[in-house]
């Protein structure tokens, strides 16, 4: 069956380090996946998508790296601040209908 | 401004009673999709639609129902017969039904049923 497994462990980091986040999947073979970020309460907002011919993509202090063969995407928020803190969730499409399925997060929390 | 509206926030309902939480977007969005969350758990989908008058079940649609009349309108009705209504629902669109566009998401509604 299809799977998406992120850290199970929530992330406790220092203000000014980089969070590094996996997203590794089974049974897919996506042509891209993507980012999105969920504060407590809130709807999921989308960050990034990347194509599996990008290696990898950066959006001002995020970088989004995509190895299909090793089934892996690692997000990375460098320079973190405490308004990093948040949720984040990788979901990447099926492929019988193509709709997107959301990994369960992980949470970081970044202190000041 | 532009977005998905979802209402209400928080919404609180006797067992053995329907409930319909309402979904609006004004983003002229093709696809539309209703999403359960627990905690730990990655968002389910229950029900999408990719057209006007036209809707499809997601993995866990049982218990719910849905109506696609007019394009900026999704609602989706908790009836119940679904066994564990209680959880965090999301409401999201995206301009095509395929999983490449980014899916804009709204605030959501806490549903608690006792």
């Known amino acids: 069956s299809q799977k998406i497994e992120q850290n199970s462990e929530a992330l406790n980091i220092q203000e000014g380090k980089t969070a590094t986040l996996t997203c590794n999947y089974t049974?897919?073979?996506?042509?891209?996946l993507q980012w999105y970020r969920q504060d407590p309460g809130r709807g999921p907002v989308f960050l990034l998508l990347?194509?599996?011919?990008?290696k990898e993509k950066r959006k001002e202090r995020l970088k989004v790296t995509f190895d299909t063969t090793l089934k892996q995407s690692l997000f990375h928020i460098t320079a973190s601040q405490p308004a990093d803190s948040a949720t984040y969730l990788c979901a990447l499409p099926r492929s019988n209908d193509y709709k997107l399925s959301f990994g369960a997060g992980t949470t970081v929390t970044v202190r000041a | 401004d532009g977005g998905i509206t979802q209402s209400p926030k928080y919404l609180f309902r006797k067992e053995g009673q329907n409930v319909t939480l309402s979904c609006e977007q004004n983003l002229n969005h093709d696809a539309m999709y209703w999403y359960r969350q627990d905690p730990g758990q990655g968002l389910r989908l229950i029900y999408y639609?990719?057209?006007?008058?036209?809707?499809q079940k997601g993995d866990i649609a049982e218990g719910y129902s849905v109506s696609r009349e007019k394009k900026e309108s999704f609602p989706l009705t908790v009836t119940s017969a679904q066994k564990n209504p209680t959880a965090f629902y999301l409401c999201?669109?995206?301009?095509?039904?395929?999983?490449?566009?980014?899916?804009?998401f709204g605030p959501g509604t806490r549903l608690t049923v006792t």
């Open positions: 990347i194509r599996e011919n990008e």
């Open positions: 639609s990719q057209i006007v008058n036209d809707f």
């Open positions: 999201a669109s995206s301009i095509r039904p395929s999983g490449f566009w980014e899916q804009y």
């Open positions: 049974n897919y073979s996506p042509a891209y």
